[in-house]
C-alpha cells in the first residue's frame, strides 16, 4: 500500500478487499462491469481494439468499417459519471450485504428458537426422569422397611 500512496494519482488497493468480502459473504457479482482502468501497452491495447473492431464489422456483414489507419472511436469519459457509477455499483453492494445479513440473523433466530426447543424438551425430559426416580426412591424405601418388619 505504501507504493501506492506514495504513486500521484496511485490506487489504493481496497477494490480487491471488498470484492473477497462480498465473495464471502455470497455476493453475486456477476454480470457487474468492472470499473478499474488497468493500463497495459498502448500499442497492444490500440491493436487488441482494432481487431475487435475488425471482428464486430465481420460480424455485422460489413468488414469496410474499420480501416487499418483509422484511429478506434472513443466514447467520452466523464469524471463525475464514473464516480457515479462506482457510487451506484458500491450502493448497489451495500444493499446486497444488508440483504444477506438480514437473511443471516432470521437464520440465526430461527437456530436459536430450535436450540431453545430443544433445551425445553431436554429438561422436561429429565423432569420426567427425576420424577421417576423419585418415585423408585420411595417404593424402596418401602420394600426395605417392610424387609426390615418382617425380620430379612
Do not use: W
Amino acid at each position: 500500500m505504501d507504493t501506492c500512496v506514495k504513486k500521484k494519482n496511485g490506487a489504493l488497493p481496497y477494490g480487491l478487499q471488498i470484492t473477497t468480502i462480498l465473495n464471502h459473504f455470497g455476493v453475486d457479482l456477476s454480470g457487474e462491469k468492472e470499473t478499474r482502468d488497468v493500463k497495459k501497452n498502448a500499442p497492444v491495447m490500440e491493436q487488441v481494439g482494432e481487431e475487435a473492431q475488425m471482428d464486430e464489422a465481420k460480424a455485422a456483414g460489413n468488414e469496410d468499417v474499420m480501416q487499418e489507419d483509422q484511429e478506434p472511436p472513443s466514447a467520452p469519459s466523464s469524471s463525475s459519471r464514473v464516480n457515479e457509477d462506482n457510487f451506484q455499483l458500491v450502493l448497489g453492494r451495500l444493499d446486497s450485504l444488508a440483504t444477506s445479513m438480514g437473511n443471516i440473523q432470521t437464520s440465526i433466530g430461527n437456530i436459536q428458537t430450535s436450540f431453545d426447543n430443544f433445551s425445553s424438551m431436554v429438561i422436561k425430559r429429565f423432569s420426567t426422569y427425576d420424577e421417576h426416580f423419585a418415585t423408585l426412591e420411595t417404593s424402596m424405601e418401602e420394600i426395605n422397611e417392610r424387609l426390615i418388619n418382617q425380620g430379612i
